[in-house]
């Protein structure tokens, strides 16, 4: 068929036809922007979930609620080794700018710049092309302890928007990049501001084991957020994000079709855009049937093997590989770290730097106490398929 008009969109963080599944954290968010400004408590979320499940397309749909009902909005990406204050200054600075403009809120806002080039100056942010005209607030978030001086500059920013009859969103991809140090002052920050009613909410994304780093980093954090699980849709879900784009562009997708991307991709998302995408471009005409899908899969496994799954492996060790390798024989995960150490004939105790720095790279995490498992979906699989024989 026409792919000029092949309505499916595989890529990182690219926009599906049909956001299908997701609506209740869609609607929470909904909810939450709405009462902040109106002064009533709301808790911020974190979206928990694995590799290609929708995580960033969620954030973005996030942001543009909240600008919808009157918030101004910053996203941020968390990358390996970069502090929080580097990453948030020029969002902030970008925001109080936005406000400085409304006339009842420029006392507020020049106040907030102030402790903005407080906080940049002792934590000796490079300002760049956003460096302030303002002179910093001596004793205002420049004590050098990021858990409070982070919170303060919180404060003053939400009492800016506040003044100006808006709201501030903040939100954070790939949060488990985060350090230790610069994670638990987010939490204090979000924490302050809420205690204080300011019209301010936080949104993170990241891997399963941030809802247990949150914890560690700060104890009442798991009463500070929601921690919403994004995965796998469910059969309903799956069958809509891939029917309904099909149908609104006036084409059909016979049920033995369907039902056998759903079963090839187990409904991640990800991989439902893939197949759908090479299913689309393979069909002669409509309906989409069954045999269009066997040719269209080796193609999507093919893009996911070169892409998706290559740029991952190529980020890993020998030993690290060595260390997959074997879980991907072992089957299906979760899988016992015992299990992997016996499958490579060594005792646990030498796998422990292999594990942390899987984990570090956000390549396995661990779902209980002595389970670990893979982050990218169908990932075994793909060791399988390229490079166990």
Same mark, same amino acid.
């Given at each position: 068929?026409?792919e000029?008009?092949?309505?499916?969109?595989?890529g990182?963080?690219?926009?599906?036809p049909?956001?299908?599944?997701?609506?209740?954290?869609?609607?929470?968010?909904r909810i939450?922007?709405?009462r902040?400004?109106?002064?009533?408590?709301?808790r911020s979320?974190i979206?928990?979930?694995?590799?290609?499940?929708g995580?960033?397309?969620?954030?973005?749909?996030?942001?543009?609620?909240a600008?919808?009902?009157?918030?101004?909005t910053?996203?941020?990406?968390g990358p390996?080794?970069i502090?929080?204050?580097?990453?948030?200054?020029?969002?902030?600075h970008?925001?109080l700018r936005?406000?400085?403009?409304?006339?009842?809120?420029k006392?507020n806002?020049?106040?907030?710049?102030?402790?903005l080039?407080?906080?940049?100056?002792?934590?000796?942010?490079e300002?760049?092309d956003?460096?302030?005209?303002?002179?910093?607030?001596t004793?205002t978030?420049?004590?050098?302890? #990021?858990?409070y *001086?982070?919170?303060e500059?919180?404060?003053r920013?939400?009492?800016a928007a506040?003044?100006?009859?808006?709201?501030w969103?903040?939100?954070?991809?790939? #949060?488990?990049?985060?350090?230790?140090?610069?994670y638990?002052?987010?939490i204090v920050?979000?924490?302050r501001?809420?205690?204080?009613?300011?019209p301010?909410?936080?949104?993170?994304?990241g891997l399963?084991?941030?809802?247990?780093?949150?914890?560690?980093?700060?104890?009442y954090?798991?009463?500070?957020?929601?921690?919403?699980?994004v995965g796998a849709?469910?059969?309903p879900?799956?069958e809509l994000?891939?029917?309904n784009?099909?149908?609104?562009e006036?084409?059909?997708?016979?049920?033995e079709?369907l039902?056998?991307?759903?079963?090839?991709?187990?409904?991640y998302p990800y991989?439902?855009?893939?197949w759908g995408?090479q299913?689309?471009?393979?069909? *002669?005409y409509?309906?989409?049937?069954a045999?269009?899908i066997?040719?269209?899969?080796?193609?999507?496994?093919?893009?996911?093997?070169?892409?998706f799954f290559?740029?991952?492996?190529?980020?890993?060790?020998?030993r690290?590989? *060595?260390y997959?390798?074997?879980m991907?024989?072992?089957?299906?995960?979760p899988?016992?770290s015992?299990?992997?150490?016996d499958?490579? %004939?060594e005792p646990p105790? %030498?796998?422990?730097?292999v594990r942390?720095?899987?984990?570090?790279?956000?390549?396995?995490y661990s779902?209980s106490y002595?389970d670990?498992?893979?982050t990218?979906?169908?990932?075994?699989?793909?060791?399988?398929?390229?490079? #166990?024989?």
């Amino acid at each position: 068929m026409d792919e000029v008009r092949n309505p499916f969109a595989p890529g990182a963080g690219s926009q599906p036809p049909e956001l299908a599944g997701r609506n209740g954290i869609l609607e929470d968010a909904r909810i939450a922007v709405q009462r902040v400004i109106r002064g009533k408590p709301a808790r911020s979320q974190i979206l928990l979930g694995l590799r290609g499940v929708g995580k960033t397309v969620l954030l973005n749909k996030i942001e543009q609620i909240a600008e919808e009902h009157g918030h101004l909005t910053s996203m941020v990406e968390g990358p390996e080794g970069i502090p929080l204050p580097t990453l948030l200054y020029p969002r902030i600075h970008q925001v109080l700018r936005k406000l400085s403009v409304v006339e009842k809120a420029k006392a507020n806002a020049f106040s907030a710049m102030r402790a903005l080039r407080s906080f940049a100056s002792i934590f000796k942010v490079e300002m760049g092309d956003f460096a302030l005209s303002v002179d910093p607030e001596t004793g205002t978030a420049d004590s050098g302890n #990021i858990e409070y *001086d982070l919170a303060e500059l919180f404060v003053r920013v939400g009492e800016a928007a506040k003044a100006a009859g808006r709201g501030w969103t903040l939100l954070i991809d790939e #949060i488990q990049y985060l350090g230790e140090r610069d994670y638990a002052a987010l939490i204090v920050a979000i924490h302050r501001i809420s205690q204080k009613g300011l019209p301010v909410l936080f949104f993170g994304a990241g891997l399963p084991q941030v809802a247990a780093l949150s914890g560690d980093a700060k104890s009442y954090a798991e009463r500070l957020f929601t921690y919403p699980s994004v995965g796998a849709l469910d059969q309903p879900s799956a069958e809509l994000a891939i029917k309904n784009p099909i149908e609104e562009e006036g084409e059909r997708i016979n049920v033995e079709a369907l039902q056998a991307i759903i079963a090839q991709t187990r409904g991640y998302p990800y991989f439902l855009q893939e197949w759908g995408y090479q299913a689309w471009n393979a069909a *002669d005409y409509s309906p989409i049937d069954a045999a269009d899908i066997n040719q269209s899969a080796k193609k999507a496994l093919r893009r996911l093997d070169e892409g998706f799954f290559r740029v991952r492996f190529d980020r890993l060790t020998p030993r690290e590989r *060595d260390y997959v390798f074997a879980m991907a024989r072992l089957g299906m995960g979760p899988y016992k770290s015992g299990d992997v150490a016996d499958m490579m %004939k060594e005792p646990p105790s %030498k796998f422990g730097p292999v594990r942390a720095s899987l984990i570090k790279k956000g390549m396995i995490y661990s779902p209980s106490y002595g389970d670990i498992d893979f982050t990218v979906p169908l990932f075994g699989d793909y060791l399988v398929r390229n490079w #166990i024989k």
